[in-house]
């Protein structure tokens, strides 16, 4: 299946493990495409905010069945990632101004693309 990257990533997920993950070991926790594989998901990280990503783990989340008045409801599945940046790049999540995603490119990468 073919995915457009702006899909691919619907956005991340707000809890206090994301968040130390994404402070302490430089790490995001997104909500993905659930057809999404790790390829595209590094694709589109990249593309879209400008980092270099070292790694990517899956996980896929079953909805839980509930019971409401003799009716039964499965919530839908979701699928997960955590990525792990590369050394020197941030992208901070969780912004304490306000002003929402901010990605941070070291020096050195910028004047490397600069140059080629």
Partial sequence: MDINIYNVIKGPVMSGKAFLLNKKLNKL????????????IKYALEKLFNVKVEKVNTLRKKGKT???????????????????????????LFDQTG????????EAAKIERGKQ
Avoid: C, F, W
């Avoid at 926790?29 to 595209?40: D, E, F, R, S, T």
């Fill in 99 to 106: 002003s929402g995603i901010v990605a941070n490119v070291p």
């Fill in 66 to 92: 509930r019971i409401v008045k003799r009716i039964t409801i499965q919530r839908p599945l979701t699928k997960r990632v955590i990525v792990t940046l590369m050394e020197g790049y941030k992208l901070d």
């Fill in 29 to 40: 926790m997104l909500n993905v495409h659930p057809q999404a594989n790790k390829k595209q």
